[in-house]
């Protein structure tokens, strides 16, 4: 009922940029809030950036001052931009998103993952 199309990624040198996007779509009533996270060969998945309907964004300390989590609310899209890329960045990132789902009473909740876009940050 709800899909997820990531798209952004790719191979960086260390100090370089790169930006994600994600877009929702299908039976969404509302998104709750929307999250990127990532995970590194032999690591679990993470969270690492989050941003509410009302904007309210959060970071993990490691990413903060480098990236930047912005939504669009009216077509239902997650941006994330990649700053200062170092090699430690370097995983799978995928975005999440938490929404109400239409025509459902009571109103039913869904989360939902993206496929999911590579990072590589190597020179």
């Known amino acids: 009922q709800v899909q997820l199309v990531e798209s952004g990624g790719g191979l960086v040198q260390p100090g370089g940029s790169l930006r994600l996007s994600c877009a929702a779509s299908?039976?969404?009533?509302?998104?709750?809030?929307m999250g990127w996270y990532r995970q590194a060969p032999g690591k679990q998945r993470d969270l690492f950036s989050s941003?509410?309907?009302?904007?309210?964004?959060n970071y993990i300390y490691s990413v903060k001052g480098r990236f930047t989590i912005s939504s669009d609310n009216a077509k239902n899209t997650v941006t994330l931009q990649l700053n200062s890329l170092k090699p430690e960045d370097t995983a799978r990132y995928y975005c999440?998103?938490?929404?109400?789902?239409?025509?459902?009473?009571?109103?039913?909740?869904?989360?939902?993952w993206g496929q999911g876009t590579q990072v590589t940050v190597s020179s």
């Open positions: 999440n998103v938490r929404s109400t789902i239409r025509f459902t009473t009571p109103p039913r909740e869904s989360t939902n």
């Open positions: 941003i509410t309907s009302d904007g309210a964004t």
């Open positions: 299908g039976d969404i009533f509302r998104i709750t809030v």
